[in-house]
């Protein structure tokens, strides 16, 4: 961890509990029972930052290297900005169609961005890896995250329809997706753009908009 992020997260900490007493046991735990573990000093990706902390910084509570670009949280001075490392040369189109995107509206489910994709081809196809920008239309490049994403063990089977999900959630299909990013913060409105990227094809872009309005929580 370097000095000034070390610092950055000692202030946060620091001000965490003179101010709203987060950590101290007693009559203040009624509200912040409310907040579970962003209120409890837990850790729960065990990076050195406890979930309260990581709220403040704008990084993930469940990943230890929030933007994937190989720099951990505590130690990143710019965690949701990532680098686009990914590259193809590759001119053959990729044989898949995203049959569906979207944020927001999952019913029963905490608000994520999801994605259908459909393999056009015969043959099973593995999906490396993404790079995943959101921009606050608003903001533009002052309003901007990136992330990279090791999207190995996807595998789309020929000619079926593979949903996948960025939520966090241990389970196949399921990849991480910032909690404390723009898209639970920011009410201006939003564009998620996704470049998938499979060795031997070109990448594939994709990408949806979510409207202005109240950043989205729970369902
Ligand atoms: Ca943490
Ligand atoms: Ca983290
Ligand atoms: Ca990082």
């Given amino acids: 961890m370097n000095t000034r992020k070390t610092m950055t997260i000692l202030i946060i900490l620091t001000l965490m509990v003179s101010t709203t007493g987060l950590w101290a046991s007693g009559s203040k735990e009624t509200h912040a029972s409310q907040h579970s573990n962003a209120s409890s000093g837990v850790d729960s990706d065990q990076d050195g930052i406890p979930d309260a902390a990581e709220q403040l910084l704008g990084s993930n509570p469940y990943a230890a290297d929030t933007d994937g670009d190989g720099i951990a949280d505590a130690a ?5 900005s990532a680098e686009n490392l990914f590259s193809s040369s590759s001119q053959i189109p990729m044989p898949l169609t995203v049959a569906d995107i979207r944020v927001e509206d999952n019913f029963k489910a905490d608000d994520h961005l999801e994605l259908t994709l459909k393999n056009t081809g015969s043959q099973d196809l593995s999906i490396d890896s993404g790079y995943l920008t959101i ?8 309003g ?16 079926r329809k593979q949903t996948i999900h960025f939520d966090n959630q241990a389970k196949s299909g399921h990849f991480p997706g910032n909690t404390n990013g723009l898209y639970r913060t920011a009410a201006d409105g939003l564009t998620f753009s996704l470049t998938l990227y499979s060795e031997g094809f070109a990448p594939l872009l994709t990408s949806v908009d979510k409207a202005p309005g109240t950043a989205e929580v729970a369902d």
Avoid: H, N
């Fill in 76 to 80: 990143d001075d710019a965690p949701v």
């Fill in 135 to 142: 921009t606050d239309r608003k903001k533009g490049s002052t």
């Fill in 144 to 159: 901007k995250e990136s992330y990279m994403i090791d999207l190995s063990g996807l595998t789309v089977k020929g000619y």
